[in-house]
């Protein structure tokens, strides 16, 4: 038996996401919420042939605690999308807030839920969830992810598309690690699983590094002001959900990238600070899931010089935006 939860369940990730999730053969019961339209959105998808029972709500009579209640795992898609003209920074002062008061909710309803963050900005949304946890004393690490699975699936898509043959695209992995927002993300295209072409230029290689770091652009100028990357997002989310419930199910070998506290995995964590040089609290690596979240964090593996400088330029950028969402929460409490 699994409860999911979509938090903003009916925008524009979190309608396609609850649909991939309600598909899930293994999820039997999907709880949805947002401040309009759940209620019909759960009536429309509760009429799918597919074992989830699904209820919505909106935030009157403690909706949240309702849709929350036996939350196995909780995906939070709430919050603005970008649009041509709105940066990060502007998404991040509208969003923090929206994150921060689902967060109060999952600690007080659902303590001990597997909590997957995909409102932007992740470096530092994920952040603020985990100091939430903390006042209310429930903060698990390993129970808390950034969802950066979308620039993995880019990656295998536009190492695909480099290829010619976007039949081999589901079969290509490019781990992705670091943050997830423009320089933060790292493509690790030297162990991509499908090699590059011999003799891809330096030039080439950096102009798909680029793609798959700002591919999120490239799908708000092609809206032309109706939004960001939704359907793709939702995919990546369900994706993404589907190896958590995996895992917590019992199977093993999972390993994906993702957004995580570096004490999921203390001997990990530590060597993976060695790995990059830096004292850092929060980074995506590949991670082993287990039934108990994070298994263990591995290392980054063998860079060429290329990639190397790739996560220099990340680290100051991902320190700057893990503070972000520090401070935004030490200032709530003002």
């Known amino acids: ?9 009916a925008g524009g ?6 649909l991939l999730l309600k598909t899930n053969p ?7 919420y947002d401040i309009v339209n759940t209620p019909g959105v759960a009536a429309d998808l509760s009429h799918i042939s597919t074992p989830a029972k699904v209820v919505g709500y909106l935030p009157p009579d403690d909706g949240l605690a309702k849709t929350l209640q036996g939350a196995d795992i909780v995906v939070i898609p709430a919050g603005v999308p970008r649009k041509p003209g709105l940066t990060r920074d502007d998404l991040f002062k509208i969003n923090a807030g929206i994150v921060r008061d689902l967060a109060t909710g999952i600690a007080k309803t659902a303590p001990k839920a597997f909590v997957l963050v995909i409102s932007n900005p992740v470096n530092s949304t994920v952040p603020i969830v985990a100091e939430i946890f903390k006042q209310h004393g429930v903060f698990e690490p390993k129970r808390l992810f950034g969802v950066t699975t979308l620039d993995v699936v880019r990656a295998s898509t536009f190492v695909a598309e480099v290829l010619g043959d976007l039949g081999k695209a589901p079969s290509i992995s490019v781990p992705v690690v670091g943050g997830h927002s423009g320089v933060t993300i790292v493509p690790l295209l030297s162990q991509s699983s499908a090699a590059l072409p011999s003799g891809f ?3 080439d290689l950096e102009k798909l590094t680029n793609r798959i770091q700002y591919g999120g652009d490239e799908v708000v100028k092609a809206k032309d002001g109706a939004g960001s990357a939704t359907l793709s997002m939702a995919y990546a989310g ?9 895992a917590i199910k019992g199977e093993k070998g999972i390993v994906a990238p993702t957004f995580v506290h570096l004490a999921s995995d203390p001997a990990g964590g530590e060597a993976l600070k060695k790995e990059i040089g830096k004292e850092l609290e929060y980074f995506s690596a590949p991670v082993e899931l287990g039934p108990e979240g994070v298994a263990s964090i591995k290392p980054l593996g063998k860079l060429t010089d290329y990639e190397k400088t790739l996560v220099e330029a990340a680290l100051p950028e991902l320190a700057t935006n893990v503070e ?10 003002l």
């Open 201 to 203: 230029a330096q030039g």
């Open 1 to 9: 038996m699994v409860k999911a939860v979509v938090l903003g369940a």
């Open 26 to 32: 293994s999820v039997t019961e999907l709880g949805l």
């Open 238 to 246: 369900a994706e993404f959900a589907s190896k958590v419930i995996r």
């Open 13 to 18: 990730i979190g309608q396609p996401l609850s």
């Open 324 to 333: 972000k969402g520090v401070t935004f929460i030490s200032a709530s409490k």
